[in-house]
């Protein structure tokens, strides 16, 4: 068929020319919307600014043809062969492009927003600049291809293959990409932040400045990565591989790489306020020096020797425990779990229940915090239930007062300041947590029950493994009896506070010398 019969045909309502042969043929800025092409051969045809949106060109051949300016929106382009075809500036949205060929195609600052790509081979192409927003991208064949600059947010890009792909500057915000492979491809200064990237393959990539804010990088897989100043602030790295990655001055405030594998890692000048240190792989670790400021502005530097660095990096979970000398009965751990839940509405940081191990004569309740900075403030609060709750809270007091006093005869002028603005933290958190004491007559404690008069000993063990005495009764371990010829052995007086001889402050400072101050 010619191309002017072709044309009055379509002009007077014919659709249907399904596998017609147009190849090499001249169509530049043709009407065809909603036409039916498929299976057609429009190899090196010329098809530039031409209208074919809603047509079907499913199965065609479109090799090396012309479609720059061409509008192809919501066209079924499924299985369609433009290999090395020019798609520049070209409107695909919501196009269907299932399994479609599209090696080396030239589609620069090309429409794909909404558009099905499953399946789709674009290796070699270039989509630099390309608008790909909400794009269904799975099991796609990106590999080698151009994205520099390219937008991509929240695309689907589960199990596609980007390996050696060029996604520099490139947008790929909340995407999903999960399972995906981006081995050895550029991700330099790409926007990430959300995108989920959870057991995806990042071995080898460069990801130097990328914004990795709130990603999923769960079992990620970033062997030798180049995360250099990349953002990964509130990023998921649990399980994640990082085995000889680079991540020298990379923002990881708030991160959670529980059990990840840092062996052979760089992290000289990494961010890591507020970050937990359990768990983690890190034989053969670098690290020089740390920034453990808030804000990330290097005003809280740490430089660590080799032994600090092993030390700071097998980080324990800080705790209290509260020994009770008394095993637990059954009203008493109804009672109890009531006390904790009415505190743990005025005091979040126990809301999660305490562990309790119950011996024939004692009881042990384990308090499991987020952070160093919860220790004192947390034991002031758990404590409460308890008849010695009084004596233990002025001591955290009085260790607080002693930290201020000690601090005054420290030589090194950094250690001073930091162990002051610590002081100064605890003490305003405390302040602030003070007023839990007046709720004590709301637990509604019966006095008649051995297991809250007990004498009682109270410890807290910060991340370092360090563990601080807060209060021990001078008469925990010893049986209490009332003084009659006749006497149960359930009776037990109510105990008296008892003065407890303090730990030295050079103990207590050294407890808390690496808090870091303004940690939540």
Known sequence: MEIEELLISYANGERNFAAINLSEAQLSGVNLSSANLSKANLSVANLSRANLSKTDLSYAKLNVARLSGANLSEANLSHAILNVSNLILANLSNAELIEAALIRAELIRAEFSGANLTGANLSNANLREAR?????????????ADLRGSSLIAANLEAANLQGTDLSRADLSTANATNAEFRQANLSFCNLSGANLSGTNLRWVDL???????????????SGANLAGADLSNANLHNASLVHADLRE??????????ANLSGANLTGAKLHSVSRFGLKTEGIICEWLDLSPDGDRTQ???????????FFHQTLPKIQIIIDAPLDHESHIILA???????????????????????????????????????CAAFAAILPFADSEETQRNIVRFLQM???????????????RIQNVSDFLTERLSQTFQIKLMKPTLNIPKRLRFFQAPTQTVVCNSSDQTLPVYNHPNFGKHWVKSSSSFDPDDI????????????SSIISDFVKNFPHSQS
């Open 493 to 504: 007086t109510t105990i008296k506070s008892a003065q407890y001889t303090l730990p030295e």
């Open 250 to 259: 990379a923002r990881l405030m708030h991160a959670d790489w529980t059990d």
């Open 301 to 311: 530097i740490r430089r660590l020797n080799p032994e600090e660095v092993r030390k």
């Open 338 to 376: 009531t006390a904790y839940y009415k505190i743990a509405q005025k005091y979040p940081p126990l809301s999660q229940p305490p562990t309790i191990k119950v011996g024939q004569r004692r009881t042990m309740l384990t308090f499991a915090m987020e952070t160093d900075n919860q220790l004192f």
């Open 208 to 222: 130097r400045g990328a914004n990795l804010r709130w990603a999923d990088l769960s079992d990620a897989k970033l």
């Open 403 to 417: 930290l201020q006093v000690n601090n005054s005869t420290i030589s090194l002028a950094k250690e001073q300041i």
């Open 132 to 144: 790909l927003r909400q794009s269904n991208l799975s099991r796609a064949n990106l590999s080698s």
